[in-house]
């Protein structure tokens, strides 16, 4: 092939990001301005990158499209919403019973988790960059509690894409609804119930107001991580430098961004339970089935998809190891501390 | 005061940077190398650092001196290896019943903990940079297995230097021995037990050939934090553009250390217990009289260490707020996972 015109070091450039959530989401969109400001710190403000949010160059699920074409340099967006065009996006970011946010990082860059899914996303023009993630997600909000799986049948629930497939095998009704259009469907009795974020994002959008149950963990998100698309040509055309820039730039982001959540999560669950939030853990017979069916589920995608069945192959067994390990001395100092009066 | 000569944001630079660490490990040396490799890359070359092993340049423990003095740019440690100058420096690093490592980058990224610990390093002529975390760390490995608090009375145990003031209090007598001499003291008795870090590193030094038994979790390293230290008279004379470099490569070094240790840990202790491991938790009292201990003693530290009494208010504080969230939905996701057969 022709090698690509290289940019030169100290080239001054301007690129656009466009992003799959809104700007009044300071972690999920704020995670862009971090990474534009340190990549402008890096380079003496030669590489200028401008973030936008959904609808100002393209929907909110027309990134990967954008990338993948090239009208638009860089995206960040949480993959697992395009697994209609191959279950495989959801890997790289979460699955139902998938691995907590530290895994995911550790599969990323010690594991085979980067090399895996740049491979996967050589057909898209992109190549990835792990950039944030929210940790352990809420089990979202329910006008009623759910004692049993049994409460939990013909449910209708608003939840994120891949996750309505294991929620519709156990019996709930999956319901696809913008952020916006949330509240209002569920205090209207429209829907039941209804997942977002974490506390933080979550008391945002008010729905504590509305339907006070409030549901953990959220089993399809232990740890979604967003990435970072970079448009191949365009990345190929970047000095070695710039590229540097653009993986350590992203790094930053992506630590930053759980710290935030982190930090962010803990003062608004007081907030959510003094203005009403009654906390409930998910009942034992629904995680079960939940398991059993998102197990389930793997396999049949498996017998159907070469590229998921080449990254879930590894992924499951990173995630088995992990668990094996995780379980003795990082779960049995949290638990400790967890119990505590501090 | 006078402006410092600013170095040009193009200028070429060689500094040096000294660890606490031997070259043979691959982790906690490694970072650093890690961490000057993307130095290089950000800046096409121009800003070479080099790495030094103890002895090189300074003493493994004299590199808090080399950097107020200013005879080395930069160093990589444990800060908690210096509470004998002042406590204070174990807060940026470890206590017993401490922070964990997620909840240690969320404290210095998104709460007060850097810009607190920064005030603090200013009379050491430091600025730091999170840099690597180990996670949590095991207990160590025991001659004789520990069933209660009675049986862990008078016993020789190594381990590291802050955790020994607890380990005081509750009846154990701690030995300060060079990693390079914990073997031999094992095996001829002249200790009974002795701690390291983890999986992978404990492997390499073969422990569990003359001590099988192998306590969790580390509770006095929930999840120690390395630093990178740079004196701040060389820090205040780069341009803005260095400044940002020294920052996202030591982000990036920081998670990929941390990556690292949870991928090879896992691996790690599949090998161990396969040659002989015996994995056992501590025992209630124990832990319960350990906690205890360390409460006193950090009070006792307060009322004596006004620097001490400033950081751990705001330590503390955090700690309990991400306990307190962590419980709900990270821990019962992950609590759930490790239930299962993967």
Chains 1, 2 share one sequence.
Not at 73 to 99: H, Q, S, V, W
Not at 138 to 146: D, V
Not at 318 to 339: G, I, S
Request: hydrophobic share 40%.
């Amino acid at each position: 092939g022709t090698a690509p015109a290289i940019v030169h070091a100290q080239a001054n450039l301007r690129w656009r990001l466009t992003s799959s959530f809104p700007k009044a989401l300071d972690t999920l969109f704020g995670v862009n301005d971090i990474f534009a400001a340190k990549v402008k710190e890096l380079t003496g403000g030669k590489f200028v990158i401008t973030t936008h949010a959904p609808g100002e160059l393209v929907p909110a699920f027309g990134v990967v499209d954008a990338i993948q074409a090239g009208t638009v340099e860089m995206a960040n967006t949480a993959p697992y919403y395009f697994f209609g065009k191959d279950e495989t996006f959801a890997l790289g970011c979460a699955i139902p019973f998938g691995l907590n946010s530290r895994q995911m990082t550790a599969w990323a860059y010690e594991g085979n988790g980067l090399k895996l899914m740049r491979d996967f996303y050589r057909q898209y023009n992109i190549i990835n960059f792990p950039m944030g993630n929210t940790g352990a997600q809420m089990g979202g909000w329910f006008r009623k509690p759910i004692a049993s799986l049994a409460d939990f049948k013909g449910l209708k629930f608003r939840v994120g894409g891949f996750a309505g497939k294991v929620v519709e095998r156990i019996g709930g009704v999956p319901q696809n609804i913008p952020g916006g259009e949330i509240y209002q469907a569920l205090e209207k009795g429209t829907i039941d119930a209804a997942e977002w974020v974490g506390p933080y994002d979550d008391q945002k959008l008010g729905f504590y107001k509305v339907a006070q149950n409030y549901a953990y963990p959220g089993w399809w998100e232990g740890g979604p991580q967003l990435d970072l698309y970079v448009n191949t040509k365009a990345y190929d055309g970047l000095s070695a430098e710039y590229k540097a820039v653009i993986e350590c730039a992203a790094a930053y982001a992506h630590t930053d961004m759980q710290a935030k959540y982190d930090g962010k999560n803990a003062a608004a669950l007081k907030t959510l339970v003094a203005g009403g939030a009654k906390l409930f853990p998910f009942p034992k017979d629904l995680m079960d089935a939940a398991f059993k069916e998102s197990m389930a589920l793997y396999s049949d995608i498996s017998a159907k998809n070469p590229n998921w069945k080449k990254v879930y192959e590894d992924y499951s067994k990173f995630r088995a190891e992990q668990n094996l390990w995780f379980r003795f001395t990082e779960a049995t100092f949290d638990d400790f501390m967890q119990r505590q009066k501090l």
